[in-house]
């Protein structure tokens, strides 16, 4: 049903905005294979740049089923190139699937987060069946505790997933549960989007989202943990523009 792919750094983003892509989620059947969503931002660009084209993370994206643009800046940059992106922002995606999309009685299987968060989750939509695998520090690195969500993703027959433990460690578990086969429902790889639905981060104001500031806001907020992914490495995505060859 997808019009034809854009292709902007390597990646193969798919022309779907918010309106579509809900549209997407709320029609695909709850008992499907399961299939994932990724939305790249600046600092996942730049991050898949550093990785070798064959690492698990690039096969991660390589099998998403939607990529769709996180970033005004991405998509910005990618009109100066002379393609067009549309934008959906991964945690105005993961509020409107939570609010909007998910029906009364459906399954949420959430991997990451802790006790407080699915609290506030069951607080937000308590018609919904909400179920919670929170995985080690470093799941990565540990192969029986990326064994062990995959397994709880799998069991949970879940119409939908939210996978909260950042990027990369959430698309490539996303990938993981999509070869080992089994399991249904569509994933999402939302980082930290339920932070903001839940109130316990502050979103930048609705004017600075429009101006491609959050980004400015987030460091504000949080300097000694973002400085290095705002000030650094994220500048890198200037760069990789002017040298990409479409």
């Known amino acids: 049903m997808t019009p034809t792919k854009t292709a902007f750094l390597g990646i193969d983003f798919d022309p779907l905005d918010m309106e579509t892509t809900g549209r997407w989620l709320s029609e695909r059947p709850a008992d499907a294979p399961f299939a994932f969503i990724v939305t790249p931002n600046v600092d996942h660009v730049v991050k898949l740049d550093q990785a070798p084209r064959d690492a698990e993370i690039w096969q991660a994206y ?27 922002p991964g945690s105005d995606l993961t509020a409107h699937l ?5 029906a009364a009685g459906d399954r949420i299987c959430l991997i990451g987060g802790d006790e407080a968060m699915l609290a506030d989750l069951r607080a937000l939509r308590p018609d919904l069946d909400i179920v919670q695998h929170v995985p080690p520090m470093g799941m990565l690195r540990k192969p029986d505790a990326m064994a062990a969500a995959a397994a709880f993703v799998r069991d949970a027959k ?7 433990v950042a990027m990369p460690q959430q698309e490539i578990l996303a990938l993981r549960v999509a070869e080992a086969g089994g399991a249904v429902g569509v994933g999402l790889c939302i980082g930290a989007s339920l932070d903001f639905l839940t109130g316990r981060k502050a979103r930048a104001p609705l004017w600075m989202r429009r101006a491609s500031l959050e980004w400015l806001h987030r460091l504000a907020s949080e300097p000694k943990r973002l400085w290095r992914r705002y000030l650094i490495e994220g500048p890198r995505i200037f760069l990789l523009t002017m040298r990409w060859r479409g």
């Open 98 to 102: 939570v609010t909007g999309i998910a």
């Open 158 to 164: 879940a119409r939908f997933t939210l996978l909260a």
């Open 62 to 88: 390589d099998a998403a089923a939607l990529r769709l643009c996180d970033s005004r800046i991405v998509a910005k940059l990618a009109r100066m190139r002379g393609r067009a992106l549309a934008v959906v």
